[in-house]
């Protein structure tokens, strides 16, 4: 926990004088008032999160954390724990979405196994961080162990400051683990109180009798482990994933440094549910890249007050939502510091 600890306290609230003055810049580029609209609310923020005027998103990174969930053994998912680590294996060859995506915006994806239900093969393309081999059954009982959950954070924390050594501009979120909508689905009901029912969707295309199965494996899941609300890391121990824990240590280690965090989809919500439930203050620190298609997410963004950029109807997780905000969020940069002003311009303002 020293290292967890030691993260939440360096969490401070973000720079609320420089984006006051950020909005006399804005309001004096050659547009009318407010006219770019999201754009301008989302260039504040980043200079409010890294206290910069002119910050420069030169070094994106994308995080895609794999890991196997136990709870695959009900059947909850139209695919089998297997695709978990053939995905990882497209992921390192780049022909997956996220691949396709980051290399759009200019951003480099680290993919991190950390906790597969098997070995995989050596790679340098590969960072190995395994808790365990997939999660327990938490329809029968708790997913991980406290302890496991509290090295879940704690190593999201360590891939953020690895990584930090190399630069990181702006930060966003991915995972990939057969499963991991039903562990996000209790997440999301055990914090924020609304029926299974409300917040539990197809995931990766289930009918409707294997939704229902679904939802009734979820409501036994919390039945049987009590989650506490109250306490983040008994909820994330008894019906959380790996993955989740590990999403979650990388958004308060960006808010500990300063560094802007795009929030992908449903599972990535749910990591931002348990890394605001820790510490508050992240919420300034998290973009919302999207609503996804998965209901309990828009349910995640109204607890926690924030709102997405785009709304796309995607589903697909692996950071690839994230990687399009990243994208937004550069250009909001831009525009903030390559736009002329009124006067640099000599264009005469409203009169």
Known sequence: MKKLNETIKKITRINHKIIEVTQLRLDNLTKPLGSLGRLEELAKQIVGITGKHSPDLKNKVIF?????????????????????????????????????????????????????????????????????????????????????????????????????????????????????????????????????????GRGTGLDDKGLNSKISIIKKSLSVNNPDPTDAIDVLSKVGGFEIGGLAGIILAAAANKVPVVIDGFISGAAALIAYQIEPLVKDYMIAAHCSVETGHKVILGHIGLKPLLDLNLRLGEGTGAALGIGLADAAIKILTGMATFKSAAVSQKG
Not at 93 to 110: D, E, P, S, T, Y
Not at 172 to 179: A, D, F, Q, Y
């Open 64 to 200: 895609t954390l794999a890991a196997d969930h136990g709870v695959t053994e009900e059947g909850v998912s139209a695919y089998t724990k297997e695709v978990t680590p053939q995905m990882v294996y497209n992921f390192l060859r780049g022909g997956a979405g996220i691949n396709v995506l980051a290399k759009h915006v200019g951003a480099k994806v680290i993919v991190v196994d950390i906790g597969v239900a098997e070995d995989l093969k050596p790679d340098s393309r590969l960072t190995i961080k395994k808790i365990n081999y997939g999660t327990k059954n938490m329809a029968k009982g708790a997913a991980m162990t406290r302890e496991e959950a509290v090295k879940a954070i704690e190593t999201g924390i360590d891939l953020f400051n690895d990584e930090l050594e190399n630069g990181i501009d702006i930060v966003g979120t991915g995972e990939m683990g057969i499963g991991n909508t039903t562990a996000a689905s209790a997440i999301t009901a055990s914090f924020t109180k609304r029926p299974v029912e409300e917040i539990t």
